[in-house]
């Protein structure tokens, strides 16, 4: 059965390049106005103006009007902390007062007491708490979500973890892209053993996600806070020799923690990058690391300095825009409000923000070739909005736009 979207003003196909754009590229939204959409078994058949595709389209196929709306693909959150159990508010209120992520973290607070409310959390609330952030990115768009472990710590608990994603990604309908991060800090039972944590996870937690196909992606947090960059190599070459690809949460308070790394592994991303230099810049580029940029973390914490996105362009680097959601430094599952932040506060165009939000990001999760843009064989993972101009999607800054969403030619309700 076919089903038809006609009646669509503006449709945002990214179709072109079959690699991330860079540079003036960001800019090319190939856009199709007075278009239609044609979808067969949950792929895009066809996409071309409604007068080009009236006669395509068979006797008795499902239409749908987007009633002179934009249609763009589905957003892509290529970095999210999408599980986890309790929430921190307190500590929202406590850097309202002054005190600073990493004096909040020093006392036991941040990461680590995340970590106790998800270890406390049986599987099954675990997973009524990760569905329903779930349902927010989809209520904005989100149609496809990387979602990495790392509240857990403990064999136990990050493997529970895992299998909250894995059960999502079997209910649908998002695409839940797995990513163990076990080197998220060091718990607090290893807080002077932290050479043994190191060997726990490289020799007996990552062999065993890896074995169970439990995650695609292995991520390591290089910070002061956290791991320093001998670490880091050290879990990260771990992680690729059991066939994980690779992230790095990099640069994002301090210069010198983990871009350069990322550029000698291969890595896929590096994210965050707040504080990267001009030479980690030209290493990235040279390895083909897209860098995954995370505004929300920087505005949640109430932080000025942005990545420097400009820069990363002008070096010819492939950008990606993503939420960094938790429930610490960026409780923010909002895409579109990436897309504003983005453009104010980063410098992108809103078509370069779009572009960083869908296709872009779509490689950075090696699913290119079958998501990300508009264009025939890909799975139809699309949005009709209720407004009709791209560029409003980020002007309209955290507007309660609701879009139809469709994920593999279905649509969702929620």
């Given at each position: 059965?076919?089903?038809?979207?006609?009646?669509?003003?503006?449709?945002?196909?990214?179709?072109?390049?079959?690699?991330?754009?860079?540079?003036?590229?960001?800019?090319?939204?190939?856009?199709?106005?007075?278009?239609?959409?044609?979808?067969?078994?949950?792929?895009?058949?066809?996409?071309?103006?409604?007068?080009?595709?009236?006669?395509?389209?068979?006797?008795?196929?499902?239409?749908?009007?987007?009633?002179?709306?934009?249609?763009?693909?589905?957003?892509?959150?290529?970095?999210?902390?999408?599980?986890?159990?309790?929430?921190?508010?307190?500590?929202?209120?406590?850097?309202?007062?002054?005190?600073?992520?990493?004096?909040?973290?020093?006392?036991?607070?941040?990461?680590?007491?995340?970590?106790?409310?998800?270890?406390?959390?049986?599987?099954?609330?675990?997973?009524?708490?990760?569905?329903?952030?779930?349902?927010?990115?989809?209520?904005?768009?989100?149609?496809?979500?990387?979602?990495?472990?790392?509240?857990?710590?403990?064999?136990?608990?990050?493997?529970?973890?895992?299998?909250?994603?894995?059960?999502?990604?079997?209910?649908?309908?998002?695409?839940?892209?797995?990513?163990?991060?076990?080197?998220?800090?060091?718990?607090?039972?290893?807080?002077?053993?932290?050479?043994?944590?190191?060997?726990?996870?490289?020799?007996?937690?990552?062999?065993?996600?890896?074995?169970?196909?439990?995650?695609?992606?292995?991520?390591?947090?290089?910070?002061?806070?956290?791991?320093?960059?001998?670490?880091?190599?050290t879990v990260l070459t771990a992680a690729?020799?059991?066939?994980?690809?690779?992230?790095?949460?990099?640069?994002?308070?301090?210069?010198?923690?983990?871009?350069?790394?990322?550029?000698?592994?291969?890595?896929?991303?590096?994210?965050?990058?707040?504080?990267?230099?001009?030479?980690?810049?030209?290493?990235?580029?040279?390895?083909?690391?897209?860098?995954?940029?995370?505004?929300?973390?920087?505005?949640?914490?109430?932080?000025?300095?942005?990545?420097?996105?400009?820069?990363?362009?002008?070096?010819?680097?492939?950008?990606?825009?993503?939420?960094?959601?938790?429930?610490?430094?960026?409780?923010?599952?909002?895409?579109?409000?990436?897309?504003?932040?983005?453009?104010?506060?980063?410098?992108?165009?809103p078509a370069e923000a779009l572009t960083?939000?869908?296709?872009?990001?779509?490689?950075?999760?090696?699913?290119?070739?079958?998501?990300?843009?508009?264009?025939?064989?890909?799975?139809?993972?699309?949005?009709?909005?209720?407004?009709?101009?791209?560029?409003?999607?980020?002007?309209?800054?955290?507007?309660?736009?609701?879009?139809?969403?469709?994920?593999?030619?279905?649509?969702?309700?929620?």
């Amino acid at each position: 059965m076919t089903t038809a979207i006609v009646n669509i003003g503006q449709l945002v196909t990214l179709a072109g390049a079959q690699r991330p754009r860079v540079g003036i590229e960001l800019r090319d939204l190939a856009i199709i106005n007075d278009a239609a959409l044609l979808i067969e078994d949950g792929r895009i058949a066809a996409v071309g103006t409604y007068a080009e595709l009236k006669s395509k389209i068979p006797p008795h196929s499902t239409e749908i009007d987007a009633e002179r709306s934009c249609v763009t693909p589905g957003f892509i959150d290529a970095h999210t902390h999408l599980v986890f159990a309790g929430n921190r508010a307190a500590e929202f209120e406590q850097r309202i007062a002054g005190a600073t992520y990493q004096q909040i973290a020093a006392v036991g607070g941040g990461i680590l007491r995340t970590v106790a409310f998800t270890r406390a959390a049986t599987e099954d609330e675990l997973m009524a708490s990760t569905s329903r952030h779930r349902d927010w990115m989809l209520r904005s768009g989100t149609t496809t979500i990387e979602a990495k472990s790392g509240y857990g710590l403990d064999r136990d608990t990050e493997l529970k973890m895992l299998r909250v994603i894995a059960r999502l990604n079997e209910e649908g309908p998002a695409r839940i892209v797995p990513t163990l991060l076990a080197a998220h800090t060091v718990p607090p039972e290893f807080a002077d053993r932290r050479a043994e944590y190191i060997r726990f996870v490289c020799d007996e937690l990552i062999p065993e996600v890896a074995a169970a196909n439990l995650a695609k992606y292995c991520d390591a947090f290089c910070d002061d806070h956290a791991f320093t960059a001998e670490e880091t190599r050290t879990v990260l070459t771990a992680a690729r020799a059991h066939g994980l690809r690779l992230r790095i949460h990099a640069e994002q308070f301090r210069s010198g923690t983990g871009a350069d790394i990322a550029a000698e592994l291969g890595a896929a991303t590096a994210d965050h990058l707040e504080t990267i230099t001009d030479e980690n810049l030209r290493r990235l580029q040279v390895a083909s690391v897209q860098p995954v940029l995370l505004p929300g973390s920087v505005f949640a914490l109430a932080r000025t300095q942005y990545p420097p996105a400009r820069k990363m362009i002008d070096a010819g680097l492939a950008i990606v825009l993503a939420t960094d959601f938790n429930p610490g430094s960026s409780p923010v599952p909002s895409m579109p409000f990436m897309l504003s932040l983005a453009c104010l506060h980063m410098g992108l165009s809103p078509a370069e923000a779009l572009t960083a939000a869908t296709i872009n990001a779509a490689h950075s999760l090696d699913l290119g070739s079958d998501t990300g843009s508009l264009e025939p064989r890909k799975q139809a993972d699309f949005l009709i909005h209720e407004c009709t101009d791209y560029r409003e999607l980020a002007y309209f800054i955290a507007a309660p736009f609701r879009p139809r969403v469709f994920i593999a030619g279905k649509e969702v309700t929620l």
